[in-house]
């Protein structure tokens, strides 16, 4: 069984920072690609970051782009999300998810396993 765990998360003011980590069980995280994603109350669940398994590639929802980035550790098996500049609409609920090429895969139904996530609160 696959599950990952996602931590780092609290409550931020506005243009504050905060950086997540996504660690997993069930498979070697390092052989992955992963994408983080966020859900707000009453909202879908959205496509944020990815990175490739190797770490040379990663991508962006325009939302983000400019302020938040995405890297790995590899040795450590663990995935970060440092998340700078941060605003109220960047409050969600985020989860990190994996599969062998996350290439042109944004969509939470690409991804067939999550953890509880972690709640990112950013106050105005």
């Known amino acids: 069984q696959v599950l990952f765990v996602e931590s780092g998360g609290g409550l931020v003011q506005a243009g504050g920072s905060l950086r997540l980590s996504c660690t997993a069980s069930?498979?070697?995280?390092?052989?992955?690609?992963v994408a983080w994603f966020r859900q707000a109350p009453g909202m879908e669940r959205e496509f944020v970051a990815s990175?490739?398994?190797?770490?040379?590639?990663?991508y962006y929802a325009d939302s983000v782009k400019g302020r938040f980035a995405i890297s790995r550790d590899n040795g450590k098996g663990t995935v970060y999300l440092q998340m700078n500049s941060l605003k109220s609409e960047d409050t969600a609920t985020y989860y990190c998810a994996a599969r062998p090429s996350v290439a042109r895969r944004t969509s939470p139904s690409d991804y067939k396993d999550w953890g509880q996530g972690t709640q990112v609160t950013v106050s105005s």
């Open positions: 990175i490739w398994w190797s770490g040379d590639t990663t």
């Open positions: 069930g498979l070697t995280l390092s052989s992955f690609g």
